[in-house]
């Protein structure tokens, strides 16, 4: 069965350190991986998908198929940063969520 | 206003009350979506719909119905509700390059 693991609920970092949220999924295809934010009670909106391998607001994501992993990294934290980030694996049109991630970036 | 909207924004409901929650889209994507976020689960999917009279169950359909009669609408409807229905629910749509496009979101509360 498909799954997405997010095994962070928080990750508290410090203004202008490397942030890595990790995301590892098991799918039995080839996925496709995205990852989603929210930021306070605002919509969820797209950050990145692996297809594009676009660097959005700073953050950069490699699907690693090997160790089935989607991690998200940025090197430099900023405060607009903290969010809720979602790890999502596309199956069949239809997207299956981690638990999420909240990153609060403190000065 | 382009986009997807949902209403209400805010709603509080008790145990055993029908509920409908709103969904519309100016784009006429022909996928939509209902997801429920908990904390701890994420989000969740409750139902989907490919195009105008076509629905099916997600991970968590069970006290939830939906019709899609227009492609541009996709209501949720709680028919008794309770209080573990209580959430924040997002309805969306995908385009063709399959980007979803959520909603503000319906935070619900059942008391």
């Known amino acids: 069965a498909q799954r997405v693991t997010q095994p962070e609920k928080l990750l508290s970092v410090f203004k202008g350190a490397p942030v890595e949220l990790k995301c590892n999924y098991s799918?039995?295809?080839?996925?496709?991986l995205f990852w989603y934010v929210q930021y306070s009670r605002q919509r969820l909106q797209l950050l990145l998908r692996?297809?594009s391998r676009e660097s959005i607001k700073g953050f950069t994501a490699d699907l690693n198929k090997g160790e089935t992993s989607f991690h998200l990294k940025k090197p430099f934290a900023q405060e607009e940063d903290s969010a809720m980030y979602y790890c999502?694996?596309?199956?069949?049109?239809?997207?299956?969520f981690g638990a999420g991630t909240q990153v609060v970036v403190t000065p | 206003d382009a986009g997807i909207t949902q209403s209400p924004r805010y709603k509080i409901t008790e145990t055993g009350r029908q509920v409908t929650l709103m969904c519309h889209q100016t784009?006429?994507?022909?996928?939509m979506f209902w997801y429920r976020q908990d904390l701890g689960h994420g989000l969740r999917l409750i139902y989907y719909?490919?195009?105008?009279?076509?629905?099916d169950k997600g991970e968590v359909p069970d006290g939830y119905v939906v019709s899609r009669s227009k492609t541009e609408n996709f209501p949720l409807t709680l028919e008794s509700a309770t209080r573990s229905q209580t959430s924040v629910y997002f309805c969306?749509?995908?385009?063709?390059?399959?980007?979803?496009?959520f909603g503000p979101g319906t935070r619900l509360t059942v008391t």
């Open positions: 969306a749509s995908r385009d063709l390059a399959y980007e979803q496009y």
């Open positions: 784009w006429s994507h022909s996928y």
């Open positions: 692996h297809i």
């Open positions: 799918y039995s295809g080839s996925p496709e």
């Open positions: 719909s490919a195009a105008a009279d076509i629905t």
């Open positions: 999502a694996l596309s199956s069949w049109g239809k997207l299956q």
